[in-house]
């Protein structure tokens, strides 16, 4: 998350260190097939997804030195403002 900086930080709405456990227990649900998963997993799933793919992304362009201009341009893309606006509505919750 440093090296996407803000960009990143900024969609995922909740404290970063929130986003990651809940990354980490999903990864580990996945990785051990654990149960609860496919049991309990929700919409938020998904929306965790989508924001493990910009981090991705913004990770790649950090590290191509990409110009401001690339973030501004990815900051206004419809699936960005709609991934904030969906984690903003999932309230202070892990996504």
Do not use: N
């Not at 930080?9 to 990354?23: A, F, G, S, T």
């Not at 990785?31 to 997993?41: L, T, V």
């Amino acid at each position: 998350m440093d090296l996407a900086g803000q960009p990143f930080l900024d969609p995922i709405v909740i404290h970063p260190d929130l986003w990651v456990e809940r990354v980490v227990t999903i990864r580990d649900d996945l990785a051990h097939h654990r149960e609860q998963f496919r049991s309990d997993g929700t919409a938020g799933d998904h929306l965790l997804a989508e924001q493990l793919y910009w981090l991705f992304a913004l990770c790649l362009l950090h590290l191509a030195d990409a110009p401001d201009v690339v973030y501004d341009g990815i900051s206004k893309r419809s699936q960005v403002r709609w991934l904030t606006e969906r984690a903003d509505s999932s309230g202070s919750e892990p996504a």
